[in-house]
């Protein structure tokens, strides 16, 4: 029956083409369900300045090293190139742009509802991970601010805010690269949660992913250890280019809106044209919502990717829930790999020699 395949994987981004990399050598019919018009995932819609924080040969999906070396960090558009050379290279059975709807289980196999008709597998891997779904926090008078509020994944150049006030809200490594860049055209105020801290200027994702592959080697000894806390910002080049301009300072988070100011409770009062929120995303998980999965925290409880409470279903690329650095490029790889070794051994398929 057309639509149909022993697995279908919804989401094609990183994860999923990490998934679709292994599951071609398997013999069994699958594809990859994407809601974007071209390869890239997430990646699309990263502001244009966004540099990785690891060199290339530290950038890399399973089976394709990134060019560039070990000195190399990539830009947005590079890491595009690399995501479509990555997805032709291996003839990945992508099919786009389809908006998945719901899923249900009936029988023995999954239906998936989308905009491109209904398909059915025996096996089901969402791999959608966050960007679709970014967290803003409530804050009193927001519906009477007249300015501008977006999300870092609304922002992606700073020259449509020159002239302008704005706030940048949050202290991790989205909100100090956007303050850098949106500061070196107009007054930007950085809002942070606590005190940001930062890392050591020579430590990028190398040394941050063998800090955490220590910890996830000694968890499955059944040891402790604890990394060194160095900070929690990479000291990419903007980042350090704002530091020279003394930019890198912040204020405690205000307290509500007013139409045109952000007010503190001690009765600070700040003009503000833009507020822009660097405050992180919570997993895309709507299209799994008729399986009855989602726990209170909005994830599934999975044993490494695969769903303990429904058979045939698997999560891959949402975080350590779902498996060491699996968010990652250079580590979604390992629990792609282990998913569709997991996916042959369900449908009865031998594992590959």
């Not at 981004?13 to 369900?33: D, F, H, K, M, P």
């Not at 289980?105 to 597998?121: I, L």
Request: net charge neutral.
């Amino acid at each position: 029956m057309e639509n149909r395949y022993d697995v279908v994987v919804i989401g094609g981004g990183q994860s999923g083409l990490a998934v679709g990399y292994y599951l071609r050598r398997t013999g069994l019919s699958y594809v990859i369900l994407d809601n974007q018009a071209e390869p890239g995932g997430s990646w699309l819609h990263a502001w244009k300045s966004l540099r990785l924080f690891s060199p290339a040969q530290w950038s890399s999906l399973p089976g394709m090293i990134m060019t560039g070396g070990s000195d190399y960090y990539p830009s947005r558009e590079v890491t595009l190139e690399y995501l479509k050379l990555y997805e032709t290279k291996y003839n990945l059975v992508v099919k786009r742009p389809v908006t998945v709807g719901q899923v249900v289980r009936e029988s023995d196999e999954y239906k998936v509802d989308t905009s491109d008709g209904t398909y059915f597998c025996r096996a089901l891997v969402s791999a959608t991970g966050s960007f679709m779904n970014p967290y803003m926090p409530e804050i009193d008078g927001r519906a009477l601010f007249t300015g501008q509020v977006l999300h870092s994944s609304q922002y992606f150049a700073p020259e449509q805010f020159a002239g302008k006030r704005v706030a940048v809200v949050g202290e991790g490594n989205s909100g100090a690269q956007i303050l850098a860049e949106v500061s070196r055209v107009t007054g930007a105020l950085w809002i942070t949660q606590k005190e940001p801290r930062f890392l050591p200027d020579h430590v990028d994702g190398r040394f941050l992913f063998d800090a955490a592959t220590q910890v996830y080697e000694a968890q499955k000894q059944g040891k402790q250890y604890k990394p060194p806390s160095l900070g929690d910002i990479v000291m990419v080049d903007s980042v350090k280019e704002a530091r020279g301009r003394k930019v890198l300072k912040s204020v405690r988070p205000f307290d509500r809106f007013t139409e045109d100011s952000l007010v503190w409770a001690d009765g600070h009062e700040e003009k503000i044209d833009v507020v822009i929120f660097c405050t992180g995303f919570k997993n895309s998980l709507s299209h799994l919502r008729g399986l009855n999965v989602i726990n209170a925290e909005g994830k599934v409880d999975t044993t490494g990717t695969r769903a303990n409470l429904m058979d045939g279903l698997w999560l891959v690329g949402y975080g350590n829930w779902t498996g060491f650095a699996s968010a990652t490029l250079i580590g979604v790889g390992r629990t792609a790999k282990a998913t569709v070794d997991e996916i042959k051994a369900f449908l009865g398929v031998a594992l590959a020699q």
